[in-house]
């Protein structure tokens, strides 16, 4: 009964419009009270402990440091000497544009571990330059929300380092490696709609007529950007930092760049990024927190081993299982943001990874793939909703254009199921499997 009343007060709260972090820590305390009702009070001090217990996680220090990151590269302009790198290897022509934006995402996404930050870095940049094409804002704000995903996946991951406090058999450098070869994929997989797209519905009219970089210039103007993911990855599988440190190295090196190299960034600019980033981060990590006396509810309560075993003995099989799954976060992911998901539904599905003996590392590639998804799927798409205020159009004009490239990333996380080497192969390689 009262696990039941912990799942609907949650539901209600969310349906009149509390906050995720508030109705998770409320949904959690409520329950914890009258499961102690004898000892109502002092049952009640597990909730202060456990949102202490939720956010003093050392990995978890990496994430305010990436969100700064990403603040940092937005303002220091090094996304457009990226895109004016790539236009001057890829050249002019119809679809080039919506190509240049999915790979500068792409590679932005081994700089900043935040999707929203991504796209508006990328969106800033790539959404005027298409218009000035004659691209769509519509078609524009699909293609840098569903590109701005990969980040994600691609390391460093805000949504890896979740994981990774979530589940102790997962580290965060083993799933870093984990989710490189299934964010190029879904970065590929992204520019074949795009371009295929661009060239049947005759967009982008204006783009071959517009000025080529010249090469060598845009290199030399880019190079710092170039840096910056060889600095952070290369950093931690040298041993030289841990990820943690290395979202701190990456903030020291953006810093130099914006106010030295390139003098986008001023001293008075300063404030305004620490207050931005600080904003941003203390969403997530609050959340994060007050899901923490979630989690505990569950556990106390009894909730999950039920849950578990009703699914195990369903008879739908390993496999059944799975695409069930898929199909509940697929469902869950139109609603709620990714680290919501992640902390709501990681301990309820953590027994069934351990039953069916998945790879930790795998499955969280899998569930990550599915957040991605989830940044661009209407109705509550982060990205989307970050690209669609830049190209000042509603979020209901991309559905025509936003669903082949979810399509297109479905079939990605298809493969990845399919074959788990896509994943493990990479981690392996590098000793951390």
Request: hydrophobic residues 60%; contains cysteine; glycine residues 10%.
């Amino acid at each position: 009964m009262i696990a039941t009343l912990l799942f609907a007060l949650f539901v209600v709260m969310m349906l009149v419009g509390v906050p995720i972090g508030a109705a998770l820590g409320l949904a959690g305390a409520a329950a914890i009270a009258l499961a102690n009702l004898d000892t109502q009070w002092y049952g009640l001090l597990a909730v202060p402990q456990n949102f202490y217990a939720g956010l003093g996680k050392y990995p978890l220090l990496a994430i305010p440091m990436f969100v700064l990151v990403g603040s940092i590269f937005d303002r220091s302009g090094v996304a457009l000497r990226l895109v004016n790198f790539a236009i001057a290897i890829v050249g002019r022509g119809p679809g080039m544009l919506p190509l240049v934006a999915i790979v500068v995402a792409m590679f932005l996404g081994g700089i900043s571990g935040s999707g929203p930050a991504n796209a508006a870095a990328v969106g800033g940049v790539m959404i005027a330059a298409m218009s000035r094409a004659g691209y769509p804002a519509s078609f524009s704000a699909s293609v840098v929300g569903a590109a701005a995903a990969t980040d994600i996946l691609i390391p460093p991951s805000v949504a890896f380092i979740v994981y990774s406090v979530l589940v102790p058999g997962a580290s965060v450098p083993a799933l870093f490696a984990a989710g490189m070869v299934p964010g190029v994929l879904a970065g590929i997989a992204l520019i074949v709609p795009a371009v295929w797209l661009a060239r049947r519905h005759g967009m982008g009219a204006l783009e071959s007529t517009l000025p080529r970089p010249a090469f060598w210039r845009s290199l030399r103007e880019a190079v710092w950007g170039l840096a910056a993911p060889v600095l952070i990855l290369g950093g931690m599988r040298a041993g030289w930092f841990t990820p943690t440190e290395a979202a701190v190295v990456a903030v020291f090196y953006g810093l130099f760049v914006g106010m030295v190299i390139h003098r986008t960034i001023q001293v008075r600019h300063l404030f305004v990024i620490l207050r931005e980033s600080g904003e941003l981060s203390a969403v997530i990590l609050l959340v994060v927190s007050l899901a923490g006396i979630f989690a505990y509810s569950l556990s106390t309560l009894g909730v999950i081993d039920p849950i578990t075993r009703a699914i195990v003995h369903s008879g739908l099989g390993e496999y059944g299982v799975l695409a069930l799954l898929i199909l509940l976060l697929i469902t869950v992911g139109m609603f709620l943001d990714g680290v919501s998901i992640f902390l709501i539904f990681v301990p309820l599905l953590w027994p069934i990874v351990q039953h069916y003996k998945w790879d930790p590392v795998w499955f969280g590639v899998i569930l990550t793939l599915k957040v991605a998804l989830g940044q661009f799927t209407p109705p509550l798409a982060v990205n989307l909703m970050v690209s669609c205020r830049i190209a000042r159009v509603r979020m209901e004009e991309t559905v025509r254009w936003v669903g082949w490239m979810l399509f297109a990333m479905f079939l990605v996380m298809v493969a990845v199921i399919a074959w788990p080497e896509l994943a493990l192969w990479l981690p392996r390689r590098l000793g951390y499997l």
